[in-house]
């Protein structure tokens, strides 16, 4: 009796918004900056109407490297920044001491660097705010 294989489907992903809604997400600055031994990367921008601001940091030294996402509170009193979610140095998956590659970017330096943290950032902040 011959065996014939018959094709496994393929795993499919679920639709990221079945009903056709789309989050919106809008930029307002995105900023790459070097000072010494350090590059910054800064995006302000909305998710779905709730301000949100990261911050990362590529230091010569991985320990001071950082990446964080603040959440603006705007209710009352306590308006200010507050912590919303963030990658451990040992996690991150921007390289440490960027800073080598000031001048061959002409000091504007590439987004590219930190599009992995940005994303698991963004990603943690969707999680926490419920966002989908």
């Known amino acids: ?3 014939t294989q018959t094709k496994k489907p393929k795993a499919t992903k679920p639709p990221l918004f079945p009903n056709g809604e789309k989050t919106k997400e809008v930029t307002h600055s995105a900023v790459i ?3 010494q031994n350090d590059v910054y990367y800064q995006e302000l921008f909305e998710l ?3 301000k949100l601001r990261i911050n990362i940091r590529s230091n010569s030294y991985d320990f001071q490297c950082s ?3 603040w959440h603006w509170t705007g209710v009352g009193i306590d308006k200010e920044w507050k912590v919303l979610g963030s ?3 040992g996690s991150m998956q921007t390289e440490e001491a ?3 590659y000031d001048r061959q970017t002409n000091g504007k330096g ?3 660097w930190f599009v992995a943290d940005i994303k698991t950032l963004k990603d943690q902040a ?3 705010l419920g966002i989908k």
């Open 110 to 112: 590439d987004i590219n």
């Open 98 to 100: 960027l800073y080598v």
């Open 1 to 3: 009796m011959l065996h």
């Open 33 to 35: 900056s070097f000072k």
């Open 87 to 89: 990658i451990n140095a």
């Open 67 to 69: 990446a964080t996402i």
């Open 48 to 50: 779905d109407g709730k």
């Open 126 to 128: 969707r999680f926490i």
